[in-house]
């Protein structure tokens, strides 16, 4: 990457155009004026196969390996220092795509969280990782690309931007990948939860991948992917909990109470099915039991009651 740092910006500029255009596929006079453009400069062919390894376009790659000349008629059309060119490219790309031999194993780290735990950590690239209760996720740092698995619970994470090394995370068989953006990322019992609260992410894995800008969430199943664009508010309180806030805007009861019970080692039981259709709106503390109760009493007429089990049971308040 530093060699092609040392290169002239415009050199470096014309190169990482010519890699995009390669990578979608080259259009009318495009292949013509490549050629013209790496005759003009060994430098030219230097930057453009480096940055193509180093941002992992195999398909600019192989389109490259394409316009080498097979045979002796095409290199006819070219001037001499153009086929020299190339042919010293062809060289270059062969071994770019050979097996790389075996380097250093990544380096890796293992963070966790504990039940109503909440943990920020700061990464070696300038990435900034916010863990929630019950949380577990392993971060691996190779030369060309970051990864984070999410073995359990929920993460935030605001990725420094790297564009020679992307950033994955990587979540019950899906891969979420980003240069410069933050999002969040959870594991529920059936699926992977998404919210992007800026830049975009790319998921990749069951299906074709798709692309969510911020403000968008998603909830990827085993077969498909469910995109929402996140209304005003929702955003906050999907997020709230990085500030050890729950944030209810009409959710029912049953699905507050299980929300709530993620970060403190209680368990409810309701009643009756209609209870549990009650829509609830406030904002808590995480791990705050007895405020949530005495919300539920004075705002909802919920009233509660210890079990010989150790659950809460809320039943409707008699007057």
Do not use: C
């Amino acid at each position: 990457m530093a060699e092609v740092h040392r290169l002239p910006s415009r050199i470096a500029a014309e190169a990482a155009d010519w890699v995009v255009k390669l990578d979608r596929g080259l259009r009318g006079d495009e292949r013509a004026r490549l050629e013209t453009w790496l005759a003009a400069d060994p430098r030219h062919a230097a930057a453009l196969l480096r940055l193509a390894a180093l941002w992992d376009r195999l398909d600019a790659l192989q389109s490259l390996a394409e316009l080498l000349p097979p045979g002796g008629a095409r290199r006819n059309r070219l001037p001499a220092f153009a086929a020299l060119l190339l042919a010293g490219l062809a060289a270059t790309l062969l071994a770019l795509l050979a097996p790389a031999p075996p380097g250093p194993p990544p380096a890796e780290w293992h963070y966790q969280t504990a039940l109503g735990e909440r943990k920020e950590i700061a990464l070696p690239d300038g990435s900034h990782l916010t863990l929630n209760t019950a949380s577990r996720v392993r971060v691996r740092f190779a030369p060309r690309l970051r990864e984070i698995d999410l073995e359990a619970g929920e993460l935030f994470l605001h990725v420094a931007r790297d564009p020679a090394r992307p950033l994955e995370v990587r979540a019950a068989g899906r891969a979420i990948r980003a240069l410069g953006t933050a999002f969040a990322v959870a594991l529920r019992e059936d699926r992977v939860e998404l919210v992007v609260a800026e830049g975009r992410v790319r998921v990749e894995g069951a299906g074709p991948p798709r692309a969510l800008a911020a403000g968008e969430a998603a909830r990827l199943g085993v077969r498909a992917v469910r995109v929402e664009s996140l209304a005003d508010g929702e955003l906050e309180a999907r997020l709230a909990w990085r500030e050890g806030r729950l944030i209810f805007r009409g959710e029912p009861l049953g699905e507050a109470i299980r929300q709530v019970e993620r970060y403190a080692p209680v368990r409810f039981a309701i009643a009756d099915p209609e209870l549990a259709a009650v829509r609830v709106a406030g904002l808590f503390r995480t791990g705050d039991v007895a405020g949530l109760l005495a919300a539920l009493e004075a705002n909802f007429a919920i009233a509660h009651r210890r079990l010989a089990d150790g659950r809460i049971l809320l039943s409707r308040k008699r007057s």
